[in-house]
């Protein structure tokens, strides 16, 4: 546990900037990766998980940039800054070149698995090839030894007759086939650390559920460090040892998993997994988040979350709170933030209750139309919570 | 077997496309005001019974619809008609200057196509930089300036002003050197290549503007596909990312524009052969009109017509070979 962690991210910040202005997508996150783990980065569309994924391999797309932190990979600096003699922030010396990135990092060190299968798979050039190709340029092998590699690999992933679906299309592929290829792709050149952004979401729930089990099965096989990025609760059940949950650029929990689970000690968290539909809840029984994130361009004061969390206080408004521990569970620590703990020690049993309207005042368009369905949410949710819904946790 | 009978498939559609442009082009030269034989015979003493026996020989009596019918019975056995201005079969006019013509239309292609993609592929590259700007304003002149003028300021710049190359014929490179007065094969083609560079130039400048935006907004589109995100992702390297990851899946639209343009093509030889003075079937075909002589204009019409339709096709099958996906005629 206490090892030195295989990847480690501190206050990551990347930013877009848009015309219309800054977009804080990733504003401030910090994680590790452990070696043979497989963590989880949740959280709702446009929370920015996808692309503080992307900035771990320095390829965040124009006009996006990584503006602050930093990111060491087994004790090399895939990103730091440091000032220089002018005052000015500058990269550090023993941050890897962009070359260096491409030969040393990326694919051989830290592979991704796409989202899409269906878009992410070149539809001219046939399976094999591509598999070949990316084999070829990160193990440094010949290319019929690659070839051999790669038959062996989707044979692995379980794709049948992979010599004849060697040279096949990816148009004649399945989008579940498609996202095994990917999964090859991934593992075939042997990297220490997969990212596999929402690879589950394009495909069908039983498809789901054989690629799930199939990284299970590999990942115990191979050993390799998973990072996981998904917005559904269920896959992060099934599959993480550890969890991160994003809003809004920032993370707002990091917990082992079943930590995460049974003792969720952020508001944002259990909304999450109050609007997860499951076989006990009806459809009416599902309640999920009011509103819609806010715009990164221009987050809420305070706490990010609050213009949508049932526990809102005055005091959220105003204090910003950074994630700290708020328990320790198997070792790891279970950060939490959210003002409502007394490490924060800002007073918020003191503070008065957000209402409703006060909620439509802070600027978020969107949840006013909701303002009425609201009302009686809360009544609701304290049904919710003596009946069974607090039993569950 | 799917390729093969798609192919044939194809052509076969080809041939009522050609009837149609063989009756129309027949009515157009038989309809046109004059008389080939009173043109032919300009200016001398007009006698009225030799007018008739001239007429009589070569069918012109005869209604429209009757001669339209000799005309086609003889294309379907392959004859092309009797050019009764120059007293010669079609097929030989045709032979003797079809040559130039294509030597012409392939160069101003080749032209087009190494310079298009290379500029196209950079301005995507640095999609809104000057370089992008710059050729914008390269495509735009090139596909608003019509070819015969760049054709003359090219005479006017590179022949008259500079002397560097020549203003007007061709050297063919298939005929023997001493004939044309050179010691060499070297010799004879590097004339040709001097006296081709300035036509092709002025010919293939619109395609090469076309194809050039074409194949930027392809790049662009294919360079932000997640197939490239993939590829970056994996360590390749930008320039193989540029050669072949997006590459090849942008040149589609590029062979479209390729085939379709081959009309354009060709009725811009017309008029680049004639500013050049080189002697190809597009001066043929308006000498031809001058003269009324119809079967010229038809057995003319009638290649060019052949021609576009099997570079339609062609394309069509070349979709083949470039995107697996596309299949003929058969289902998985």
Known sequence: MSSEPLLRVENLKTQFFTESGTVRAVDGISFDVHEGEIVGLVGESGAGKSVASMSLLRLVDDPGEIVGGEISYRGETIFGLEEGPDGELREREEMLSESEMRERIRGREIAVIFQDPMETLNPVFTVGGQLREFIELNRDLPSDEAKAQAIDMLREVGIPDPKERYEEYPHQFSGGMRQRVLIAMALACEPNLIIADEPTTALDVTVEGQILDLVDDLQDRYDTSFIWVTHDMGVVAEICDRVNVMYLGEIVEQAPVDELFYETNHPYTNALLDSMPRPDRTVEELDPIEGVMPEAINPPSGCRFHPRCPDAREVCTRVHPEPLEVDRADGYPHRAACVKHDVFDVGYDESVPLEAGDEAETGVGETGTEANVDSDSPLEEDQASTDGGESER | ?332
């Open chain 2, 1 to 332: 077997m799917g390729l093969l009978k798609y192919t044939i498939y194809r052509l076969l559609q080809a041939i009522p496309v050609l009837i149609g442009i063989s009756i129309i082009t027949f009515v157009l030269a038989n309809l046109a005001p004059g008389d080939p034989v009173r043109l032919m015979l300009q200016g001398q003493q007009v006698d009225e019974e030799l007018v008739r026996a001239i007429e009589q020989r070569y069918g012109l009596d005869q209604p429209l619809h009757v001669r339209y019918w000799n005309y086609m019975t003889g294309l379907v056995q392959g004859d092309l008609g009797y050019s009764i201005h120059r007293d010669r079969p079609v097929s030989d006019l045709m032979v003797e200057r079809a040559g130039p013509t294509l030597l012409l239309v392939v160069s101003a292609y080749v032209f087009a196509i190494v310079t298009a993609i290379p500029l196209g592929i950079i301005a995507a590259k640095r999609r809104n930089k000057p370089t992008d700007h710059v050729s914008r304003i390269v495509a735009l002149v090139g596909v608003s300036t019509p070819s015969f003028w760049i054709g003359i300021m090219l005479i006017i710049i590179f022949a008259v002003q500079l002397g560097w190359l020549p203003s007007a014929g061709l050297v063919y490179p298939w005929q023997p050197p001493e004939a044309a007065g050179y010691d060499n094969h070297l010799q004879l083609w590097a004339a040709t290549i001097e006296h081709l560079l300035l036509p092709m130039i002025a010919l293939g400048t619109l395609q090469m503007a076309t194809l050039m935006r074409v194949e930027r907004t392809q790049m662009i589109d294919s360079l932000q596909q997640e197939y490239v995100k993939l590829a970056r992702a994996y360590g390749v390297p930008e320039r193989t990312i540029l050669r072949k990851h997006a590459f090849r899946s942008a040149q589609l639209p590029i062979i479209t524009i390729i085939g379709l343009n081959l009309s354009t093509a060709l009725g811009g030889a017309v008029l680049i052969e004639t500013v050049f003075a080189i002697n190809g079937m597009g001066r043929l075909f308006i000498e031809a009109i001058q003269q009324l002589d119809y079967q010229l204009i038809m057995g003319i019409t009638m290649v060019l017509g052949a021609i576009f339709v099997i570079g339609v096709v062609i394309t069509d099958i070349s979709y083949a070979y470039i995107d697996p996906r596309v299949t003929y005629g058969e289902r998985e």
